[in-house]
């Protein structure tokens, strides 16, 4: 089955600065990828995702995503943050012949400070 | 209109009751799902159900039931609740590969 590591609990950046959240995955086969974002108290919402085509994905709220096969990656950057952007980020992960099995990572808390 | 949403949104129950948590979709997607999220914001899926038609039942107690009366519904009943039920659980739905679209949760506490 496939999986995901965060390799990030926390990130605390300062605000205007560029974030990199980081996401592997791992799969014996061709796989859909996806950041969703957590508010305090509230559910996830869908930020990107990867399909096919372009390994450069974008988000809403200026998120971006690269998508690297050969290293099994599928991280998150955003260039300037900004103080609503404090949240928590879960990567996720379903293989090509089975969508209807989305697993998480543990999740990254990004902590933007002024 | 709410897409996915969760009744109620907030459970205080003693142990040993038995609670139910519905979930309404009117995305028109053919899955729905049950995730739970432990205190470390940890999602673990708990079930996944098709068409009505269960496909997956990931290893949680048998006091654990879904029930899907249509294609539009999934509820999650509890039966015999434990501390270690508090939690907060996601309903989501989804139609393949577009993503899930998540309901804004039920905050479970289990005094």
């Known amino acids: 089955a496939q999986s995901v590591t965060q390799l990030d609990s926390q990130v605390p950046v300062f605000e205007e600065a560029p974030v990199e959240l980081r996401c592997n995955y791992s799969?014996?086969?061709?796989?859909?990828l996806f950041w969703y974002v957590q508010y305090p108290n509230q559910g996830l919402q869908l930020l990107l995702k990867?399909?096919?085509?372009?390994?450069l994905v974008k988000g809403i709220n200026g998120f971006e995503a690269e998508f690297n096969k050969s290293q099994t990656s599928f991280h998150l950057r955003k260039p300037s943050v900004h103080i609503s952007d404090t949240a928590e980020y879960f990567c996720?992960?379903?293989?090509?012949?089975?969508?209807?099995?989305?697993?998480f990572g543990a999740g990254t808390r990004l902590t933007v400070k002024p | 209109d709410t897409a996915v949403s969760q009744t109620p949104k907030y459970l205080v129950t003693q142990m040993g009751n038995d609670k139910s948590i519905k979930c309404e979709q009117n995305?028109?997607?053919?899955?729905m799902y049950w995730y739970k999220q432990d205190s470390k914001k940890f999602l673990k899926i708990m079930f996944s159900?098709?068409?009505?038609?269960?496909?997956i039942n990931e290893t949680v107690p048998n006091r654990f039931s879904p029930k899907s009366p249509d294609k539009a519904h999934l509820n999650l009943h509890i039966n015999s609740l434990e501390l270690g039920d508090s939690a907060v659980y996601f309903c989501?739905?989804?139609?393949?590969?577009?993503?899930?679209?998540f309901g804004s949760g039920t905050r479970l506490t289990v005094v």
């Open positions: 989501a739905s989804s139609q393949t590969a577009y993503g899930y679209t």
């Open positions: 799969s014996s086969v061709s796989v859909y």
């Open positions: 990867y399909l096919s085509g372009s390994t």
């Open positions: 996720a992960v379903s293989d090509l012949r089975n969508n209807n099995d989305m697993r």
């Open positions: 995305l028109g997607h053919d899955t």
């Open positions: 159900y098709n068409n009505k038609e269960l496909i």
